[in-house]
């Protein structure tokens, strides 16, 4: 970049503070932001997966079984239940479904653990092993 | 006769590729390898491809002349699947995806040899191993298509409308029934079916050349710059062909599958798109080893590594270890494969193992903030990235298999682990090209990445002002603009420098700068699909608004989002396969007719479960998407959803793959038609 000196030094300390202002704007607006009104009912049937049909969850799915649920669903969101309560009742009521987002329990602990597994052993080596001590040969300065 | 005819291709293509693997390898280890060897190799290429092309066009024949007495056409064919369908048949099931699977292997060695002995190219025994590698993968997939996955067995017993017995001796008394069921009614309801398996093969069966260059390579101790750069060439060619492919299957299943989405993490989506993400790996951290001599071993793995996927992937979907609505056959293929995942992958790693010693030892990071720093982020992201992806579709079977207890692993799971990864690959995106290499200096990088960071500011600013404040879709417009920013920016400084040096103007110069690094600028272009991928998939994800059945009667309307839905009346339209009950809806906005959007239900004489096709009312601000769910005279029940900047992914995708091509295209070395000549394209000009 070679921009005269002038506009340099200008850059200088507006650029950072222009880009900090953008940044706070963005950041106070966000965090202000009313959270999104999803349908309760839906949000709810994502979870859970349609068991007449295969690998879709009860609120995508255009089977009757996964109406059926749905209604089942709204019925108990009218009578005021807590997400947790309707989960647990329509488990019941339905034996055959299943929730699409695991519950994190001993076993399926490793469901999370081995991608962790995967990012800490990938931070160790580029830390560690494939950053080293510059050779002494070498001119160039470690930070 | 034909099943003869396909029995014949099928083992002569099967000994070729054996005959290949054998002399390839003898061409190999003989230092000055002997024209005699060289002939002979160049001769079991030829059978090969020429027996594997054969093999498609007995298929193709059968189809089309309606031979039932082939098992494969009285299982998967009916005289009234219309065209394309007919054709896009032989590749609708198991056993015709393995004939074509076969002949994309057989079009790739041919590709290799003519590349590796095109005018100019230095014949090399790293070549001549490689081909060895492919024919011996050959032996295997040509194995299956004379065992377990014959479409050319005869049919000796017939039902009504399949074939119940059949004898993989071409000789057998052969009986056919009078007609079949034909395809399975998903796979013939659009156009993009018959042109998305092919691109998606294309992508697949391509990781096996860079494979079989990285197992040349272990194998003849050539570790070095040579095989690195025959591996990153051919995994952009398989690269290019994958996104593509991913791209056009989120489009079919948008407008074909009627669910309104287009990406459910269905296991055999995560089978296509874990290879892509450690291909892409491998992309990124071979540049690494070209520039800087860096990850040889890490690339060793990830050619491996994405083969080896492309193989589970297929054991996946094709043996019904899953069911998903994509696994639409079960055979006595999943144990050869299995098989055939578990020899790739300890031969391969075993080879790796025993070849540690001569991978050169690498010089070291100066510092993690620099350009190679940059590639380090991106490996580590995208392969936990595969990593999440791995084991959210494997822990399921796993758990099952070992504990017998059942666990959903969906898309809640996989939206949460992949929704920050991809956030971080973002912003590596952006931030990497403004990064130099070996260390990077805040003096020098600062003044290249602080507009482009404004720029991003400012376009979330505008967001929010004037669409949302949804803080999904603002981050990734930001991240996605900063990401396009950062490229802009180096090309336009890159540009003024060069107008500079030669007292032109700037914008002139942009065409040159561009040219002269193609794969750095095509790489560039990838970027912003990417980023334009982002933030189409953050509106539709977070924008959309969505209506749940409501029953409408001819006559009635409903408001949704700003529109007005007229149902105005059911028609329905029989042909020789399918009964199509179609709903007419009209849709309104401002007291003004839009549009038309027709939702249909099909009933297909040979499946119980009526399939929908969407009717989609496309603009350019969003889709509104509308299916049923039942249909008939007196009511129908409709949903309706809307997607925001849809077309946008799309657009995004191709873009992609797009970039991809584009760096392909400024390759130095000439190939006078030389890559792929089965595909009849050539990857740019």
């Known amino acids: ?143 | 006769m034909l099943s003869l005819a396909g029995t014949l291709a099928v083992w002569t293509a099967l000994v070729a590729a054996g005959w290949l693997a054998v002399a390839g390898w003898r061409a190999a280890r003989d230092p000055v390898a002997p024209s005699a060897s060289i002939v002979s190799l160049r001769r079991s290429v030829l059978v090969m491809v020429l027996a594997a092309l054969g093999a498609m066009v007995v298929l193709e024949a059968a189809l089309l002349a309606n031979d039932f007495t082939v098992s494969y056409v009285a299982n998967h064919h009916s005289r009234h699947t219309p065209f394309p369908f007919n054709i896009a048949t032989a590749w609708a099931a198991l056993e015709g995806s393995i004939v074509l699977w076969g002949l994309v292997l057989a079009a790739y060695a041919y590709a290799v040899w003519r590349r590796a002995t095109a005018r100019g190219a230095q014949p090399d025994s790293l070549d001549w191993g490689a081909l060895a590698a492919i024919g011996a993968v050959g032996v295997f997939f040509f194995g299956l298509m004379v065992t377990v996955a014959n479409p050319f067995e005869v049919c000796t017993e017939a039902a009504a409308r399949s074939c119940t017995a059949s004898s993989p001796l071409p000789f057998s008394r052969a009986v056919g029934p009078a007609d079949g069921l034909g395809p399975n009614p998903l796979l013939q309801n659009h156009l993009l079916m018959a042109i998305h398996p092919p691109l998606l093969y294309l992508g697949y069966v391509g990781l096996t050349v860079p494979f079989a260059y990285g197992i040349s390579a272990l194998a003849l101790r050539r570790s070095g710059p040579a095989w690195l750069r025959r591996s990153g060439l051919w995994t952009r060619v398989a690269w290019v062909f994958l996104t593509a492919g991913i791209t056009l299957g989120a489009w079919w299943a948008y407008e074909v599958l009627g669910w309104g989405g287009y990406w459910a993490w269905d296991p055999v989506e995560n089978a296509s798109f874990m290879p892509w993400l450690v291909a892409t790996a491998f992309l990124h951290s071979s540049l690494v080893q070209e520039r800087r001599g860096m990850l040889e071993a890490w690339n060793f793995v990830l050619v491996i590594g994405a083969f080896s996927l492309t193989i589970l992937g297929t054991f996946l979907t094709r043996s019904g270890v899953i069911a998903s609505v994509h696994s639409f056959t079960q055979s006595a293929i999943g144990p050869a494969l299995l098989g055939f995942l578990v020899v790739v992958t300890v031969g391969s790693f075993a080879l790796f193992a025993s070849r540690a010693q001569q991978i050169s030892s690498p010089p070291r990071l100066e510092s993690l903030s620099s350009r190679e720093g940059g590639f380090l982020l991106n490996n580590l992201l995208l392969t936990v990235y595969a990593m999440v992806v791995l084991t959210g579709t494997l822990y399921p079977l796993a758990l099952e298999a070992f504990t017998g207890s059942e666990v959903g692993v969906g898309r809640p799971f996989f939206d949460r682990m992949a929704v920050p990864i991809s956030f971080a690959l973002l912003l590596a995106m952006g931030i990497g090209p403004a990064l130099p290499w070996r260390v990077a200096r805040a003096r020098v990088v600062w003044p290249r990445v602080h507009l482009p960071l404004q720029i991003a500011l400012a376009a979330g600013v505008l967001v929010i002002i004037t669409a949302t404040r949804v803080g999904y879709v603002v981050m990734a417009v930001i991240a996605g603009s900063w990401v396009v920013a950062v490229a802009a920016g180096r090309l336009l400084s890159q540009a003024r420098r060069s107008a500079r040096s030669r007292g032109a103007n700037a914008w002139r110069m942009i065409p040159g700068v561009v040219r002269s690094d193609r794969g750095f600028w095509g790489g560039q272009l990838a970027h912003a699909g990417v980023a334009l991928a982002a933030v189409a998939i953050a509106c539709t994800a977070n924008l959309s608004q969505s209506l749940d059945r409501v029953e409408m009667a001819p006559g009635d309307r409903v408001e949704f989002a700003g529109y007005e839905l007229v149902h105005t009346g059911v028609s329905t339209t029989r042909t020789p396969n399918r009964l199509k009950s179609t709903a007419h809806v009209e849709v309104w906005k401002d007291e003004r007719i839009e549009g038309l959007a027709e939702p249909a239900l099909s009933r297909f004489e040979t499946s119980a479960l009526p399939i929908a096709t969407p009717g989609i009312h496309h603009t350019l601000a969003q889709d509104l998407y509308l299916s049923v769910t039942r249909i008939d005279e007196e009511a129908i029940t409709l949903r309706a959803a809307t997607a925001p900047l849809q077309w946008v992914l799309w657009l995004g995708g191709l873009t992609c793959a797009g970039g991809g091509l584009y760096s392909l295209a400024g390759r130095k070395r000439r190939r006078s038609g030389s890559v792929r000549p089965a595909v009849g394209a050539r990857p740019g000009g």
């Not at chain 1, 005269?4 to 030094?9: I, L, N, Q, Y």
């Not at chain 1, 949000?43 to 969850?57: D, H, W």
């Not at chain 1, 160790?124 to 001590?133: E, I, N, Q, V």
Request: glycine residues 6%; aromatic residues 8%; proline residues 9%.
């Open chain 1, 1 to 143: 970049m070679a921009d005269p000196a002038g506009r340099r030094s200008l850059f200088g300390w507006v650029s950072p503070l222009l880009t900090l202002a953008l940044a706070a704007f963005v950041v106070v607006s966000l965090t202000t932001a009313d959270p999104v009104d999803r349908d309760r009912a839906e949000r709810i049937g994502k979870q859970v997966r349609c068991p007449a049909c295969e690998g879709e969850s009860i609120a995508e799915s255009p089977s009757s079984y996964a109406a059926d649920m749905m209604g089942y669903v709204r019925e108990m969101i009218g009578e005021g239940r807590s997400d947790q309560q309707i989960l647990d009742r329509l488990m019941a009521a339905y034996p055959r479904s299943q929730m699409l987002d695991p519950p994190f329990q001993t076993r399926t602990a490793l469901l999370w653990a081995l991608p962790a597994a995967v990012l800490v052993t990938g931070l160790f080596l580029a830390f560690f092993r494939l950053r080293k001590p510059v050779p002494p040969e070498s001119t160039g300065e470690a930070p």
